[in-house]
């Protein structure tokens, strides 16, 4: 294998984001491939007994096994990390096996986690459910409160967990506040930035410790694999991640980072246009629905946090119908272009009911207390030309009775 300019850190550290969107981390076999070669193996073999013990040991540079290392993985988590403008990525199965990962590897049984109630539906789970089963005590708090989080802080705080934007909810969080609260007190913050991507926010930027990713939504773009990821200092990645990572195998297949790495090229142009879709179908709905929860509207009350900390709106929102779940399943069922879909993310404009599907098995208690109502849609806008969307939404508006 012949490494490229793109991975050698005092060049890539120089070049633009798009750049290092499209370049950072190829390597090259010795057919110069132009895209990025698929090694879709999980063992290797050795010159020798001695050079594999010398691997084994750390002595010589080189991969072993791929849950251990792979070429196709390495490429995306190098390129990942110049995105992010991390020292250091590890990738994952899943958005939840990162999530997982994030969090399990850095926790004890009798520390204490904070984490922002609005969540997705899984991410909660582990906060309500899978830490405290160890013994790890949870609260969570509405993560919009910046003295929420003060209040929450106890002496044996190790983590906070949240994402930004939230789902469904689009509530958003005050990166350089609760992130500069976690580092003076000690503790790691853990960002979900699903819902931007490096394209959208950097919290590492804010001062962010590690940022855990479903690279299953905007990085692939185009409702294909499931994938995750975790960016944070070479030091933590190393020396908390690895050893957890490495012996439980929530491992990434080299297919599925293939095709997130050829995702990643087109990520900013997506981001961007996909955003600006967001803004003109969220303008034209603003004054058909009762109540829409947009940060890329100026109605939308956290509207200026949102913009200070994110380069645009993202292609995710959610409207709230007066009508209940009658009235939202009555609109999801009169779209004609955009399709029923839970996934977000996509080139594709899905739109979905969180209450009875992504936020179903919560609970109608901690649904209300996080601000999922039963009249709420969520949208994910594509690429599609919003003009065909906006008619599209028109006529299920009409036939939804609004
Ligand atoms: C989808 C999603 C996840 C989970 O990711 P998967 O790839 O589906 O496992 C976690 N957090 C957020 C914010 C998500 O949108």
């Known amino acids: 294998m012949k490494k490229t300019t793109g991975t050698d850190r005092s060049i890539t550290s120089r070049w633009r984001p798009q750049t290092r969107a499209v370049r950072a981390g190829t390597w ?36 072993t096994y791929s849950r251990l290392q792979n070429p196709t993985v390495a490429m995306l ?16 199965a899943s958005g939840m096996a990162a999530m997982t990962a994030a969090l399990l590897c850095q926790v004890k049984t009798g520390d204490h986690v904070v984490a922002g109630r609005a969540a997705f539906g899984s991410c909660r789970w582990l906060v ?60 790691t913050s853990v960002v979900d930035n699903a819902f931007a991507t490096s394209a959208l926010q950097r919290p590492l930027e804010f001062g ?9 939504k905007l990085m692939d773009g185009q409702g294909r694999v499931l994938a995750g990821a975790v960016c944070a200092s070479q030091d933590w990645i190393d020396n908390v991640l690895l050893p957890f990572q490495r012996n439980t195998g929530p491992n990434l297949s080299p297919f599925n980072a293939w095709v997130v790495l050829k995702g990643l090229e087109t990520l900013s142009l997506r981001a961007d246009r ?22 890329g509207l100026e109605s939308f009350s956290q509207h200026n946090l949102a913009m200070r900390q994110m380069e645009a709106c993202g292609p995710i929102f959610s409207v709230v119908l007066d009508g209940g779940r009658e009235q939202a399943h009555a609109l999801l069922d009169a779209l004609e272009l955009i399709d029923i879909s839970n996934n977000i993310g996509d080139a594709k404009s899905l739109a979905c009911h969180p209450a009875s599907t992504t936020h179903a098995n919560m609970g109608a208690e ?20 919003p003009r ?13 009775g609004l």
């Open 208 to 216: 962010a410790d590690v940022v855990a990713y479903s690279a299953t």
């Open 388 to 400: 065909d969307l906006i008619e599209d939404l028109d006529q299920a508006l009409v036939r939804a």
């Open 28 to 63: 090259r076999s010795e057919h110069g491939e132009t895209s990025e070669a698929l090694f879709l193996n999980s063992g290797y073999t050795y010159e020798s007994a001695a050079s594999v013990a010398a691997r084994f040991a750390g002595e010589e540079v080189g991969m």
């Open 77 to 92: 988590e190098e390129r990942i990390a110049a995105m992010e403008s991390a020292e250091a990525c590890r990738v994952q």
């Open 274 to 295: 996909q955003s600006r879709n967001a803004l003109e179908v969220g303008r034209f709905l603003e004054g058909r629905v009762p109540r829409m929860l947009h940060p």
């Open 128 to 187: 309500d459910n899978l830490l405290p089963k160890f013994g790890i005590e949870t609260t969570v708090i509405d993560a919009r409160d910046n003295a929420a989080w003060e209040a929450a802080v106890r002496p044996n705080t190790k983590v906070f967990f949240f994402e930004t934007p939230a789902n469904p909810t689009m509530d958003i969080v005050d990166l350089e506040f609760v992130c500069g609260l976690a580092r003076s007190r000690g503790i």
């Open 366 to 385: 901690a649904r209300d207390e996080m601000g999922v109502e039963e009249g709420m849609l969520r949208f994910n806008i594509g690429l599609e030309d």
